[in-house]
């Protein structure tokens, strides 16, 4: 583990600097992820996932005392059943 001395004190590799202030990451484990499923009015069906990759916490804290925590987050989007009048270009050129 790497260490950083700073102001007087030792901080870790889990420890975050961000405009001045010292964030602290904090480990989670994922306990669901699920879909948000939407249906356009072009007739196309779309999934998405927001996938937390890191949370931080600082020493802000919110009116009723709670800490603040900043989120690092991955859209996975998923689209399916596009109209054929909307799709362009050949099967063998379309990203997969």
């Known amino acids: 583990m790497l260490f950083l001395y700073f102001n007087k004190?030792?901080?870790n590799t889990k420890h975050i600097f961000?405009?001045?202030?010292?964030m602290e990451e904090v480990d989670f484990d994922t306990?669901?992820?699920?879909?948000?499923?939407?249906?356009?009015?072009?007739?196309?069906?779309?999934k998405i996932k927001i996938v937390l990759v890191k949370v931080v916490r600082g020493d802000n804290y919110d009116q009723f005392g709670d800490p603040v925590y900043m989120v690092n987050t991955q859209n996975i989007v998923k689209v399916?059943?596009?109209?054929?009048?909307?799709?362009?270009?050949?099967?063998?050129?379309m990203v997969r």
């Open 18 to 22: 961000w405009k001045g202030e010292i």
């Open 31 to 46: 306990i669901k992820e699920e879909w948000n499923e939407y249906k356009l009015r072009d007739g196309t069906s779309m």
């Open 80 to 93: 399916s059943n596009v109209p054929k009048k909307l799709k362009r270009g050949s099967e063998s050129s």
């Open 9 to 11: 004190k030792l901080y």
